[in-house]
Each structure stands twice: as C-alpha cells, then as structure tokens.
C-alpha cells in the first residue's frame, strides 16, 4: 500500500461537536491521515494580523495561521481540507476565504466542509477521496486519450449508465434507472457491450464510478473504482475539448450536486451537497410527473414558460411541490410552471453551491439533468454567461470513468 | 470550600489561583477529565459525540452551531453549580474548549445572569498589574464562604 | 462504533508549571519522585505532570509548591500524561491547549510579582476595588506631554 496521503485539517468546532473521529475514519479508509500543522503562538499572532481577517474565534485565527503555514511551504501537505460549523457566520466567511487563499496560493487541492453533529464518515468519505485522489494519482488524471478498449460503469442514486470506448471515441452505451443496484449494471453492460458489438472479455480495462462503484466494481472485478467529482471533472472536460486552462463543471444528479472548480482537467475546489431534494434533479422529475410529461419532454416545455410567472425558491421538494400544486390550481400554464421549476432548482443550487467555488469560464453542465434544457438556460440565466452541454452529457460518468481507465490497461498506474 | 468556574476555563493562572487559596476551581479540564475517565463509545480526541451537542440544547437553541452546543455541554452544567467566577475579559487567545467567540460570549451572559459573585479583570501587562491582579482575586475568594481566612 | 475503555479511571492529572531562576524543571521532578510514594510523575519541558488519586497528588504537589511558591503553577489536565489522542508526535501540531499555556506562561512573571508582594505585605497589599482601570492615558499627563511638544 502506498504512503498515507497527509491530509492538512485547518478547523473549529469538529471535537466539541463530536465529528473529529468521523473525520478520522473517512480519512483513514482512503488511506489518508488527517494533522495540524503546526505553528507557534507567534505565528498566530503576526498571521492573523496579516492576513488581514478579524476573526474573534482563537480557533479561526489559529485556522489562518495553519493555512498560510502551508501557503509559505513551511509546513508540508497532500492536500487540505477545511471544516467548520454549519450555522456559523464568522466560520463561514472564513472558511470561504481559507479555500479561496489556499487554492490562489498554492498548488494543494482544498476541500471546505460545513459539518453538523450527524455529519458521519460516510458523508465525508467522498470528499475525502476525492482529495486523495487528486494528491495522489495526478498521473493518471493527466491523461487526456482514452486508448485500446475500456468500458466506465456509473452506478448512480437514480440511474446507472455505461460506455465502451475505443481508441478515443465512444462505441457503445446503455442506460437504466437504478433498481437493483448490481441489476441495474449488468443491464446497461450488456447493452454497451452489444452495441459495440463486443464481448466483455474483449476489454482491455473497466472504470466504476457513482454510489454504487465499490459493489459494481468488485462485482465485475474493476481496475479503477473511483468517485465521480474527479470522474466527472475529466469526463466533462474531455467531452467539451476543454482539457486545458480552467473551467467550471456542474452535475446536478439525482440525490446531489456537484460543482467543482477544474484545472488542466484536475479538480481544485468542489462542493458536493444535497440536503434537501428541492434542489435536485429529483424535483423535476416530480415536475414532469405532476405535469403528466415525460422528464424528456420537461426541458423544451419549459423553454416555452416565463419563469418569473410563478413563485417558486424552495430548496425542499415538499414545500416546492406545494407551489406548484398551488400555481396549477391558480391557472399557471404548464409551460411556465415547467420552467419556474427548472428555475427554481438552478436557484438553488447558485445560492447554495456555486458560492463555495470560484466560477471560473467555460462553465460545462453534465449529468441527466444537463438534458433539460429549461435547467441549463436558467443557469446561464443566473451566470451570466453560456452553458456548454457536451454530447453524450448523461454518460459523464461512465465516460471519465472509461478514460481513466485506459491508464490501467499497461497495470503502470494504481 | 466555593466552586469558582474560571474564564478562560482553560487557564493555567486563574486555576492555580483559586486552588492556591482552598478552593476548589471549576475549568474545562474537568469537563473533559470526565468523558475521558468514562466508558462509552470512541470518539476521540475528546471522548465528546453527537449527544454533547444534543445535551447543549439546554443552552443554547437548535440553531445554533453544533460546536457551541457541544461546548456549552461542558460549560453549562459547571456555570449552573459554581459559587462564584472569576472572569479575564481580555482572554482573546485561549484556544480549543475557548476557541469558540460565540461560545465565549454566552459563557460569559451566563455566568453574570446567574447573579453569583464574578470577579471582572483583564490580564496584567506589568509588575504594578500582577500585583493588583493577585490582589483582587485573593480578596475575591477570601470574601467567598470556606476560603482561607 | 469501536467501544471506549478508559485508561487511568479514578485518576487526576495536574501540570505543574515551574518558571523560576532557583528551582529548574529537573530539580523539580527530583524532588517530587522523592515524595512520590508511587504517584506517577512525568518530566516536561515546562515542568511535570503528575497523575493518582486526587488526594496522592494534592500531596505532592503541597510538598513541591514549598520549593518556590510564587513561581510554581498547578492546572488540572483532562487527558492521562502523553495520551496520543493529545500527543503532538501524532497530530502533528501542537494540541489547541498548548497555545493558551504559552500565552499565560509569558504572564507569569507578573502573577509571581504579584504573589511574593502579597505574602510580604499580606493584608496591606491594596486590593482594587474593581478591576484594573482601562489603559487609557491621564489627561493631565496628555497635557503635560502636548506642552513639552509645544515647547
């Protein structure tokens, strides 16, 4: 196994709120170790004076100085991951701040965290794993061709899909809603494979990705299994040509969001939320079914509606599903509520996400949702700026997932 | 002997001062001597778990971060049984179980609306401040029933 | 979730802070095995620390106090001496009670000019009345300074 990632943990709050072991444990099966740089009083002192924030927790000042210890290169880390109380204006701001100086000073992948008493290692394991991931195998993330013939499985919370790819192009697809969760994989397998007129003995290498990967990849007996916010980082940047330089991608999915702020292809900063449904592509789907159409059909009707005709801002979908039971029975239009919807989703998702990374152009929409195209107008709408939807957008997944694992076709990378 | 709850409750002055003269000083220590010295489920560094800031809810309401509930898990139940406090208000580094602003600022609100006897002070800056610092809170705690005469 | 079994239950653990030209840490610790009598004490760069039942180490340290009493300090500590949870060897950086040690350490000449000033003078010692006035400079000095500027 190889050395322990040194993952750098800049905090308040996590030990008094009883989440530190859970932090630990989420490190620890990444094969991460969590520490605290270590700085002295002095360094606290003249840090915070000047870094320029007044922060009146001791813990935050501490915070800061840990943070620019790591900035100077005085203290050394893989990576670092910044976590405070949610609920606490002066954490937030400095939170915010921490990732903004660390991923503008340094070369180190930051993750920012906003935990409650419940947050467990579950939840965090992702994150964790993602940051390791972009520590520790930045070779293979730089691969830019995918090579010989690789299939990428993303078993995800609403749908599983996968790809077979050869030489560079995509030969073969299949999707299916998420059921039974190996079921589900053998299914858009089998349909790949047949597509490309292949046998899976034929491949040369597999990826997984999504929630399912750990249980799909030792079931199908995967060279890579690895979490979708560096999976979909290259496979949106592969999918747009937009494998150099900067930009933004956004994978509003079935149970969470993903926003992640990209460079050269590798993930610097990212969110990942989901606490409540009414800003998931699970709303919409409940819009199309209140509507009676197809979800397919949801993105062209909205693009027909105003959203601004009918209220609609609530991040939960029970109270969401009362607006727009409510605007149906004032006599909205279907095409206005389809795109108050859409709009209200992307609303959510601006508000609660995108302020926790820096957008930075081009901004690439991925994932099924990036087929509404009610949802990718109004985010343009939001951003201000032009929404690139590649081909092939829903299989982002399974696409990233086969490129990368072309790097295990040779067994030189792991 | 009084219980004195000191502020910082992590303070190596205060809490030598008030053991110094008989009696006895209630800090975070103690608060975390005790979910250290007890069995349960691990959780460390503190031994602290999600019920610490569900016990804080007697503090401090649900919106509150879950780190201030969790630090007012140690300090509430001390503030309810101390005698007395002594309070520095110019603890402005005192990290961990202090590092918390908003914490600090209900442990203080408190303390004084409990109405018990609080000794206000601000750390001496020089030989002449030592001296009245010592001073006050000598005649502080020997003004509390049980002290050293 | 692993269960917890704690170690040194029934136990207290004090540091002992020692910031003195006459008595150094190692003359300390020598002085406290002598009066140990099985009480565990361990040698720091600061002083000791020192962990029984809380009567053994009142006992201790009543003895040891006797060297210096104006420049030794006592605190009670949650955590067993060199617990890893607490060890900076594994978290890398200095735990968050450490810096609160240093801040107050660099106080302590103060407290102990205190401390000798009072046991000389004992009640003739002036108590303040309040707390120490705010750090605000006298407007008659203020003038006197003005003037000697104008001058």
Redo the contacts between chains.
């Keep these: 196994m190889s050395a322990p990632v040194r993952v750098a943990q800049l905090s308040c709050g996590p030990e008094h709120s009883g989440v530190q072991k859970e932090i630990y444990d989420a490190a620890a099966a990444v094969n991460a170790e969590m520490f605290f740089p270590d700085v002295t009083l002095n360094d606290i002192r003249e840090a915070y004076g000047s870094f320029g924030l007044e922060a009146r927790s001791a813990d935050l000042q501490l915070a800061i100085a840990r943070a620019k210890a790591l900035v100077e290169g005085r203290v050394e880390a893989d990576a670092v991951f910044i976590a405070t109380c949610f609920r606490c204006a002066e954490a937030a701001i400095v939170r915010n701040e921490l990732r903004r100086y660390i991923h503008e000073q340094s070369d180190l992948p930051v993750v920012s965290y906003s935990f409650t008493e419940r947050t467990t290692s579950g939840t965090l394991l992702t994150r964790m794993e993602a940051l390791t991931t972009i520590a520790r195998r930045r070779a293979l993330l730089a691969r830019e061709v995918q090579e010989g013939l690789t299939m990428g499985v993303d078993s995800g919370s609403s749908t599983t899909k996968a790809i077979v790819m050869r030489d560079n192009a995509i030969i073969g697809t299949g999707w299916a809603p998420t059921t039974n969760v190996i079921g589900s994989a053998e299914e858009v397998i089998a349909a790949a494979c047949s597509e490309a007129g292949i046998s899976r003995d034929d491949l040369d290498a597999i990826g997984t990705t999504g929630y399912g990967r750990f249980l799909v990849g030792e079931k199908i007996g995967a060279d890579l299994v690895q979490e979708e916010l560096t999976v979909n980082s290259k496979g949106a940047v592969y999918l747009a040509g937009r494998q150099r330089g900067e930009a933004t991608v956004i994978d509003i999915g079935g149970m969470d969001n993903k926003a992640i702020s990209v460079q050269d292809g590798i993930p610097g900063t990212f969110t990942m939320g989901g606490i409540c449904a009414g800003a998931s592509g699970r709303f919409l789907e409940m819009t199309a079914k209140r509507l009676g159409v197809d979800i397919t059909e949801l993105g062209p009707l909205a693009m027909k509606g105003f959203s601004k005709e009918v209220p609609m801002n609530s991040y939960c979908i029970v109270f969401g599903t009362q607006s727009l039971v409510n605007a149906l029975a004032a006599g909205s239009s279907a095409e206005d509520v389809a795109a108050a919807a859409c709009h209200s989703v992307a609303e959510q998702v601006f508000e609660q996400q995108l302020q926790e990374v820096d957008i930075k152009e081009p901004v690439i929409m991925v994932g099924g949702t990036s087929l509404i195209e009610g949802l990718v107008h109004e985010m343009g709408e939001l951003l201000q700026t032009k929404v690139i939807v590649p081909p092939h957008s829903q299989y982002i997944g399974a696409v990233g997932s086969a490129l990368l694992a072309s790097g295990f076709i040779r067994g030189d990378l792991g | 002997m009084a219980k004195v709850f000191i502020y910082p409750a992590t303070s190596l002055i205060l809490s030598d001062m008030v053991e110094r003269w008989g009696h006895s000083p209630l800090g975070a220590a103690l608060a975390i001597r005790e979910r250290i010295q007890t069995p349960g489920l691990d959780s460390p560094p503190l031994q602290m778990t999600a019920d610490d800031p569900k016990k804080g809810l007697k503090y401090a309401a649900v919106e509150v971060p879950s780190g201030v509930r969790g630090r007012m898990a140690l300090f509430g139940p001390m503030i309810d049984e101390a005698d007395a406090a002594i309070i520095v208000n110019d603890a402005d580094l005192a990290f961990g179980c202090m590092g918390c602003a908003r914490t600090n600022e209900l442990v203080k609100y408190r303390i004084r609306s409990r109405g018990i006897p609080v000794l206000d002070l601000l750390y001496p800056r020089c030989d002449e401040d030592g001296v009245a610092f010592v001073a006050a809170i000598k005649a502080f705690l020997d003004g509390l029933s049980g002290g050293e005469a | 979730?692993?269960?917890?079994?704690?170690a040194?239950?029934?136990?207290?653990?004090k540091?002992v802070?020692v910031e003195s030209p006459d008595v150094t840490p190692q003359q300390l610790a020598i002085r406290a095995y002598e009066v140990s009598e099985g009480v565990m004490i361990k040698e720091t760069c600061f002083g000791l620390q020192i962990t029984g039942t809380e009567a053994e180490v009142a006992r201790v340290i009543a003895e040891i106090r006797k060297m210096d009493p104006s420049r030794i300090?006592?605190?009670?500590?949650?955590?067993?001496p060199g617990?890893p949870?607490?060890c900076?060897a594994n978290?890398?950086?200095?735990?968050?009670?450490y810096?609160?040690?240093?801040?107050?350490?660099g106080?302590?000449?103060?407290?102990?000019?205190?401390?000798d000033?009072?046991a000389r003078e004992g009640a003739a010692?002036?108590?303040?009345e309040?707390?120490?006035p705010a750090?605000r400079l006298d407007v008659r000095r203020l003038q006197q300074i003005i003037e000697a500027e104008e001058r």
């Design positions: 979730m692993k269960e917890y079994v704690p040194y239950a029934g136990t207290v653990t540091y802070f300090f006592v605190k009670d500590r949650g955590f067993p617990d949870r607490r900076r978290l890398g950086g200095a735990r968050p009670g810096y609160g040690h240093e801040f107050e350490t106080l302590l000449r103060y407290i102990s000019y205190g401390l000033r009072c010692a002036p108590p303040p309040t707390c120490p750090r």
